[in-house]
Each structure stands twice: as C-alpha cells, then as structure tokens.
C-alpha cells in the first residue's frame, strides 16, 4: 500500500503549507509508502525558498498559472503510488483519523474510501463505516460527498480520469461523480479525518456578481457534462448519476437563493437550466431534503419565498 499525496498550491502562507506537509509526515508511513507532490500553480512567490520546507522531501513542480483542476491533472500524471490522496495547501490531515483510513487500505485494497471533515481542531475521533460495496450502487442509495481530498483512490481508477480544465466551481463534483462509477470496492467511512481551513479569500466565498455568475455557469456546465455521460451508461449507473444530477440542480437553485436573495436571478437561473433541460427534475424520495427543497423550488411563489427566507437567516 502506498499513496500519492497531491497538494495543489497558489500564494497560500508558507506557515499552512508546513502544517499541510507536517500532518502528512506524521502517519505512520514509511518512506516507501508515501510521496508528496506540491503543484505550484503560477504563485507569485517560491514557496520552497522557506528554509523550512526545504528540509521536507516533497516533488515540487511549478507550472503557469491555469486554475486547480489544471493543478490536480499534473499532480496525477506525476503520481507513483498506488493511491492519490488530494490536499488543498491551506488543509491539513487528521492525523490520528486518517491513519484509520490507511489501516483500512492496508487490510481491505478498496478501490476509494470517503471520509468525513472537520472544520475545528481538535475533532471528535468517532468512527462507524458502512458495508463494502461498489460505488453505483451507493450513490444510487446514498448522499455521497463531493469533495474530491474526501477519498482516498487508487491511481487504476483515474486512468483517463481527469478534471475539467477552467472549470473553478463545482470541479470536485464531476470527478467524483465519474469515480464513483468505477468503483468496485467502495468503502464509506464516518470518521473526520481531513481539516477543510475555511477563510473568505477562497473561490467558494467569493461573493461578486462576477463570481456568482462564473459559479453557477460552471455547476450548470457539470451537471451538463454528467448528463451526457449518463447517455453512455447501463441503466443502473444511470439511475445512480441520475440522482446525483438531480441533487446539484436542487442544489444550484438552493445556493442561487441563498447567495443573491433575489428572486429574479432564481427565475432567470431557471429559465437557463429549463433551456438546458435539467428543469424541473423528479419527485422522488431519495432524502428528506430532497423533497423539501423540491417543494420550495417546483413555483415561482416558493421560490419567491425561499429567497426570503434565506434573506431572512443571513
């Protein structure tokens, strides 16, 4: 068992790049079983001119900058190990929690284990998992977490895997989505085992029309993607990225609301994915907040409403 670390960097403090790369060093790897890949993505300054990280044994490769899933792909074409485990530079391992996550890759050789995260330190170290299975079949029965550093994945399942470049928002989404349809041996575990550092400088914050705008041009462009793709597919794995889809539209109409509080860019959002035709999607049951936000987005009135309600709760 072995694993890639791919940490993508732009202009982060060189103090939460250390902190990313120490509670990397901290697992109980050995030297063989580990890599650390920082893909520098055209900052503008050298981050390994800090003395302390130039100690670290760390492949560094600086490219021009072309945004994070351009970063991502050049860390996985220079991975080595057997798994590729992603890391925002900002982020760091929940070292006592991760190491129940390699434990599991040493005894088990999933193809990918998500996990959950944590905003706080310290964290509660709690830990349950589900049944192995494959990865159709848990996304057609279960919610499952975009966000690409909550798996750990062999390098065999991204062959030909790669993110969408230009794409800033909603990245994360498609890549995982198409990974779960590879899966054979999916395990999901609860255990917070990743530190997501949240701070108003990063694209998910980023408030401006400009960026709203770009945010939901690119969830549109995903959701897009996915369904084309599902055209390629058996009818259970379509059924199973179906429901995928159907949750980002809910949910791309829930953060439209929930951002902008106005009601007639919800309504010129809708007018977009109706012409799409990703709008209306299915009635079905496949969670509690699904339904609700279902109901509150099928008319204009609950629409009309749920913008208020947000506005209400900022």
């Not at 085992?193 to 400009?210: K, V």
């Not at 041009?217 to 379509?238: H, M, Y």
Request: contains cysteine; positive net charge.
């Amino acid at each position: 068992m072995s694993i890639s670390f791919i940490i993508t960097y732009h202009n982060e403090p060189s103090d939460t790049l250390l902190e990313c790369l120490q509670s990397i060093m901290a697992l109980e790897l050995r030297e063989d079983e580990y890599e650390m890949i920082v893909i520098d993505d055209g900052s503008s300054t050298h981050p390994m001119e800090d003395t302390r990280l130039q100690a670290i044994p760390v492949k560094y490769i600086r490219q021009t900058n072309q945004g994070i899933s351009c970063a991502r792909n050049t860390g996985i074409s220079h991975a080595s190990m057997q798994y590729i485990q992603f890391v925002d530079a900002d982020d760091a391992l929940m070292t006592t929690a991760y190491s129940k996550v390699v434990d599991l890759l040493r005894e088990e050789h999933p193809d990918a284990v998500m996990f959950d995260f944590t905003c706080e330190k310290p964290a509660p170290l709690t830990y349950k998992r589900r049944p192995a299975t494959d990865g159709t079949t848990y996304m057609a029965r279960h919610n499952i977490n975009g966000a690409v550093w909550s798996s750990v994945i062999k390098k065999e399942i991204c062959h030909n895997l790669s993110f969408t470049p230009g794409t800033t928002y909603g990245e994360d989404e498609e890549f995982t989505a198409r990974m779960m349809l590879r899966t054979k041996s999916f395990i999901r575990v609860f255990i917070k085992a990743y530190y997501y550092r949240q701070h108003p400088h990063s694209a998910t914050h980023q408030l401006d029309w400009a960026s709203i705008e770009k945010r939901f041009d690119d969830n549109i462009g995903v959701i897009k993607r996915l369904r084309t793709l599902s055209l390629t597919l058996d009818k259970p794995k379509k059924a199973a990225l179906g429901r995928r889809t159907d949750q980002l539209t809910l949910d791309i109409i829930y953060n439209a609301a929930r951002l902008t509080h106005d009601a007639s860019y919800v309504e010129q959002l809708i007018r977009n994915l109706r012409k799409e035709g990703l709008f209306p999607v299915p009635l079905k049951a496949y969670t509690a907040k699904y339904v609700l936000l279902h109901v509150m987005t099928c008319g204009r009135r609950s629409r009309k409403m749920l913008c208020r309600i947000l506005s209400s709760k900022a």
